[in-house]
């Protein structure tokens, strides 16, 4: 474990704060048990930077070892402000730009760090500084998927500008969220036009008459090993093993996968759901439930069954999170315009990613370029989409 010299810009119960960076698999118990305390009091939840979650990622998913576990901290004992991973980088999309990023994997849908609530902008500032100081980070830190206009994201805001720079949006994409005091079938109601809730109808009575149709859900107490096998079996089946990004088509992703889902359950996150046919799951679906929020991780459906929609009446089933007075939001965790979840989801979550300077001459110099450049890019690339669409009226 590496100690990194104190930033004494505040104090919390009269400790310096300090910036450490610590091997995820060699954590004391203290510290262990401060980043799962942290989860619970985290400006915003997200269960990718929980322990049970990202502490086996690094471990599983960093082969190269490039991922850096950084905790900001009151003191060497004191309480912990924030949890974030980091990475190095040499290029920044096509260009040799050496820079810091928040380290993800591609199954890590949203890149928000864990900091205590209240503490965001101290948090920016003195990780900023922190990678001021970096010999490995130059030019910029680089956070991907913050929620747009989220309390991180706008302290990332206050954060840059207190050290006479800008957070500077360089993509923003929109994904379905479900977000709404109506009650389960007010909302289906409202979201699925009467024509397609019709056919939905028909699909659900010609499936039943196929065998035994039953929706199940997993509870707290029961073994998740089945649920693992069966829903890694199942999304294998579909397209995803076809195209080899399915969880089971790599052995780390899959030994991550049994990991982190009976971690999820003893940290009481873990919803799976399944609709079965004659005892045999035909779709499946895993949540993270993070109070007040919950994310959906992975769906997977029966491609043989797909002429009844079963992953669109399991979504149906779904909807109950809305009745849990615990929730008041769930991220769909899918690519923006999904066909499915946002023709049954209708809110949307904005997530953007974000460059912030640092504060080097050299770094702003490299900075300002690079973003003069970024500026040039999305100019050409609107202008020729632009005319694509002149040229290709639909």
Request: proline residues 8%.
């Amino acid at each position: 474990m590496t100690v990194h010299p104190a930033f004494p810009v505040s104090s919390i119960d009269a400790a310096p704060l300090t910036v450490r960076v610590v091997d995820p698999l060699a954590l004391s118990e203290g510290l262990a048990a401060a980043w799962d305390g942290l989860a619970g009091e985290a400006s915003e939840p997200n269960p990718f930077a929980e322990r049970w979650c990202l502490q086996s990622a690094l471990h599983l998913l960093d082969p190269e070892r490039q991922a850096r576990l950084i905790v900001v901290q009151g003191g060497a004992d004191g309480p912990l402000i924030g949890v974030m991973p980091l990475a190095p980088a040499a290029r920044y999309s096509r260009l040799p730009l050496r820079h810091a990023v928040g380290w993800a994997h591609p199954n890590h849908f949203h890149g928000a760090p864990l900091v205590r609530a209240g503490f965001e902008s101290l948090f920016w500032s003195i990780l900023l500084g922190w990678c001021d100081a970096a010999p490995w980070a130059r030019t910029l830190l680089h956070v991907p998927r913050l929620t747009e206009d989220g309390p991180l994201h706008r302290a990332l805001i206050d954060a840059a500008r207190g050290r006479g720079g800008e957070a500077v949006v360089v993509h923003r994409e929109e994904r379905a969220l479900l977000a709404s005091d109506l009650s389960p079938a007010a909302y289906w109601d409202a979201a699925v036009r009467a024509k397609k809730r019709k056919e939905l109808r028909r699909q659900a009575n010609r499936l039943a008459d196929e065998g035994v149709v039953q929706f199940r859900r997993w509870q707290a107490g029961d073994p998740p090993g089945p649920w693992i096998d069966a829903f890694l079996a199942l999304e294998a089946r579909g397209w995803k093993g076809r195209a080899g990004s399915a969880l089971a088509s790599n052995s780390d992703t899959q030994a991550w996968f049994r990991a982190i889902v009976p971690a999820a359950a003893a940290a009481g996150r873990l919803d799976m759901r399944a609709l079965d046919l004659d005892g045999r799951p035909l779709a499946m679906l895993v949540n993270f439930l993070c109070p007040p929020g919950g994310f959906s991780f992975k769906t997977a459906f029966d491609e043989d069954y797909a002429r009844f929609s079963p992953g669109v009446l399991l979504q149906q089933a779904n909807l109950d999170l809305l009745d849990d007075p615990r929730i008041e939001w769930v991220d769909s965790c899918a690519a923006p315009g999904h066909p499915m979840i946002d023709s049954v989801w209708r809110e949307r979550r904005a997530l953007v990613w974000v460059n912030v300077p640092l504060t080097g001459r050299s770094d702003r110099l490299r900075f300002a370029m690079l973003m003069r450049a970024e500026r040039m890019w999305r100019r050409w690339k609107g202008a020729a989409q632009h005319a694509d669409e002149v040229e290709s009226p639909t």
